[in-house]
């Protein structure tokens, strides 16, 4: 067997996600990090204890012109990452692993759909939800139709902790953020189109901030995110999907919850919350499950879905992030394709912030026509 392709990654952003990339980066043989550019010096510092093979630089430009970089990883917060991508196509176009969400703006979503069009490298959106090993089967499942035949009703819950502390506190507002339901929800509302395999067509939400960071006070004001939300999607080929976010529910046993049923029956997935979380008194954390409930011969059948320790131990996301890497690094060398591209992660920024407008005025958004028109925006339709 010869010896991997060597991958030299540099990040822009090594904060908390960038931090949990990292740990799995160095799991990965022939993979390592050359480069970091993070200005918070208590992050950098972290992330160079993770990465000692790794030197710190005072720019993007520095991470990009280098000639020990073969793609870049940009964790950065969320509302830097149009600008940097903008920068990164117009200086070395180098494949990119781009943290969610893509933007946080529907004039940046113009933006970088046009920039993806000429964009000569990969050019791969970070959604680890599609990787989690039971979001993973269920997809299957899904997709396969054996079990529920073509998917007709698509329920996500996600009941877990309140937003975490960042560095500067961005997440705390939806300028920064684009919005709970950009910020968080942009995951499930990619899960939704991967799984329908349909475009939506109109978008409803009613939401609030009901409970978290209501005390809380900062240099740029008091916070404004939103902490719980109802969303329904009805897309084009007539399937309907539901979100169910409650972001003061960290009591719950499961984080997520996935529920797809057709006219076969239904498939449903159960995935725990990051084990650091969980509290030690109740002993070992739930493993994730998935259950088969056919409608004929009825009876439920319930799998458990283990995931490797190693990919586990190393981040929050139910060791997917691992799995994300892998295949990213397979498309850097050229022995895969991009499946998560950036039309992805436009599209579910575009449904997110339909959700925030909705959930602001009441009235359910249009997505085929007006200013959150998904074929206007993506393709200049």
Same mark, same amino acid.
């Given at each position: 067997m010869t010896d991997p392709i060597p991958v030299r990654y540099g990040l822009i952003g090594s904060g908390?996600?960038?931090?949990?990339?990292?740990?799995?980066?160095?799991?990965?043989?022939g993979v390592s990090v050359s480069r970091i550019y993070e200005p918070d010096d208590g992050m950098a510092q972290a992330s160079l204890a993770l990465a000692p093979g790794a030197r710190r630089v005072g720019s993007l430009a520095e991470v990009v012109d280098s000639p020990e970089v073969d793609g870049l990883l940009v964790a950065s917060p969320n509302f830097r990452h149009a600008e940097q991508l903008r920068e990164i196509a117009t200086r070395r176009p180098?494949?990119?692993?781009?943290?969610?969400?893509?933007? *946080?703006?529907?004039d940046n979503v113009r933006a970088l759909a046009s920039l993806q069009r000429s964009y000569p490298a990969p050019l791969w959106v970070a959604m680890e939800y599609r990787y989690m090993p039971p979001v993973a089967r269920l997809i299957e499942a899904v997709h396969g139709q054996q079990v529920l035949g073509p998917l007709v009703m698509l329920a996500i819950r996600e009941h877990r902790f309140p937003f975490l502390v960042k560095v500067g506190d961005w997440n705390r507002?939806?300028?920064? *953020?684009?919005?709970?339901?950009?910020?968080?929800?942009?995951?499930?509302?990619?899960?939704?189109?991967?799984?329908?395999?349909?475009?939506?067509?109109?978008?409803?939400?009613?939401?609030s901030m009901a409970h978290n960071h209501r005390d809380e006070r900062y240099p740029d004001g008091v916070p404004d995110i939103l902490d719980n939300a109802f969303v329904t999607v009805d897309f084009a080929g007539g399937q309907r999907a539901v979100l169910d976010l409650c972001m003061f529910a960290e009591g719950s046993r499961y984080q997520e919850e996935i529920s797809a049923v057709g006219p076969l029956g239904k498939v449903e997935c159960f995935v725990p919350g990051p084990g650091r979380f969980w509290p030690a008194h109740l002993g070992a954390p739930p493993l994730p499950r998935l259950v088969l409930s056919p409608r004929e011969p009825k009876g439920p059948r319930e799998l458990e879905v283990p995931v490797d320790p190693v990919a586990l131990a190393a981040g929050d996301h139910n060791g997917s992030t691992?799995?994300?890497?892998?295949?990213?690094?397979?498309?850097?060398r050229g022995q895969g394709g991009v499946e998560v591209g950036l039309r992805d992660g436009l599209a579910a920024v575009v449904m997110g912030l339909a959700a925030q407008a909705s959930a602001q005025t009441g009235q359910a958004i249009d997505l085929r026509r007006g200013e959150h028109a998904l074929p206007a925006l993506l393709d200049g339709a």
């Open positions: 908390m996600m960038g931090q949990e990339h990292l740990r799995n980066i160095a799991l990965l043989p180098l494949p990119v692993l781009l943290e969610k969400p893509a933007c *946080t703006t529907l507002f939806n300028r920064y *953020t684009g919005g709970t339901l950009v910020e968080k929800c942009c995951h499930f509302f990619d899960l939704m189109r991967h799984l329908v395999r349909s475009e939506p067509v109109r978008i409803y939400a009613s939401a691992l799995e994300q890497h892998q295949r990213f690094v397979k498309a850097v």
